[in-house]
């Protein structure tokens, strides 16, 4: 079994030469809008029975999709698959307005379990187009949150990919252009497309607070503390994770000699540890804490017994559920019989 140590004040002064360690970052796994998703699911299940469908899945972990798959909950990708007049619910990273119109017009009864977050930046697309600029939306293509904040505002969002896409981009008016962002990016890399765009537009307005949420954020300033002493870094986490796979990145380009991602413990290779002396470990904010758990037991079984904790913020942020399940969930309470 792992052992968990105090966090020491230099982490380099900590290791006895040849010694094995863990360095456990924190905060990691799941943040506020992931619980809260993941919370609607179960309760929807719960209250209403299976199945209860899913757009999408709720949020990119491949062992929560199959845990709640498990439970009766039934992902799909687009609402027509689902019956008309079911229970369906929207996932954490939101949905356009097309989508939920589609379906209003099928009768089902959506759960909206968009993260609060994910909705500001919605607001702030709806703002921005309203009063015509033109909103250049830094985020990777094809990811469900990006669709749903573009779907907000069609007609004046532009996709904005890369800070060498920040380049080359053009806009109508140089005068009226803002800058908004998907919630799980590098924030290192978004700020150089800023900077880039900013280059190329002297006049770009920045939204008027963080879009890149809290969670991203904390996770990337602990793996940058944690990756400068670490030989190895393992992020627990799926591939379709955006905030998992920027872990590893910020990972290797604040020190870690090599950085993977697993949704596993058992995908560890033994060639990884070869050599190593300090593992560091996290999460992405999708992520029960129990299979960064099942990661501490087999690194400790291969050597990695000690473990520091590496706290760099305190996180006590909830989220109420959707207002649609509270409805419901609070009529059931009041017609049952004292």
């Not at 002064?13 to 609607?40: E, F, H, N, S, W």
């Not at 992902?75 to 619910?89: L, N, T």
């Not at 896409?165 to 890399?189: C, F, G, H, M, Y």
């Not at 990884?272 to 037991?297: H, Q």
């Amino acid at each position: 079994m792992p052992r968990i140590l105090s966090a020491p004040g230099r982490l380099k002064d900590t290791p006895v030469a040849g010694a094995k360690r863990v360095l456990l970052a924190a905060p990691r796994g799941y943040c506020a809008g992931v619980d809260r998703a993941v919370i609607a699911v179960e309760k929807a299940l719960e209250h209403y029975g299976a199945p209860v469908y899913v757009r999408k899945q709720i949020v990119h972990n491949t062992h929560v999709v199959a845990e709640l798959e498990h439970k009766g909950a039934i992902f799909v990708d687009e609402v027509d698959e689902v019956p008309a007049g079911s229970h369906i619910v929207f996932s954490a990273h939101g949905v356009s307005p097309a989508v939920v119109n589609a379906a209003a017009e099928r009768g089902l009864q959506a759960i909206d379990a968009t993260c609060p977050l994910v909705t500001k930046v919605h607001r702030e697309a709806v703002r921005f187009a309203r009063d015509d600029f033109e909103i250049l939306l830094i985020g990777h293509e094809g990811h469900e949150e990006v669709e749903g904040t573009a779907g907000e505002a069609p007609e004046h969002t532009t996709l904005v990919g890369s800070p060498d896409e920040a380049d080359t981009i053009e806009v109508r008016n140089p005068a009226k252009v803002v800058w908004l962002s998907q919630t799980t990016l590098s924030v290192d890399e978004t700020m150089e497309t800023v900077r880039r765009l900013r280059k190329r537009f002297p006049l770009l307005q920045d939204p008027p607070s963080d879009d890149i949420c809290y969670a991203t954020q904390n996770r990337q300033v602990a793996i940058k503390k944690v990756a400068a002493d670490s030989d190895l870094v393992i992020v627990v986490g799926s591939a379709n994770s955006s905030n998992s796979v920027r872990l590893v990145e910020v990972a290797l380009e604040y020190g870690a000699s090599a950085a993977y991602r697993i949704d596993y413990a058992s995908e560890v290779k033994q060639e990884w540890l070869d050599g190593v002396n300090t593992v560091g470990v996290t999460s992405g904010a999708s992520v029960p804490e129990e299979l960064v758990d099942e990661l501490l037991s087999a690194l400790a079984d291969a050597g990695y017994g000690d473990v520091i904790p590496v706290k760099t913020a305190e996180e006590d942020l909830i989220f109420s559920l959707p207002k649609e399940l509270r409805k419901d969930l609070k009529g059931s309470q009041a017609a049952r019989p004292e």
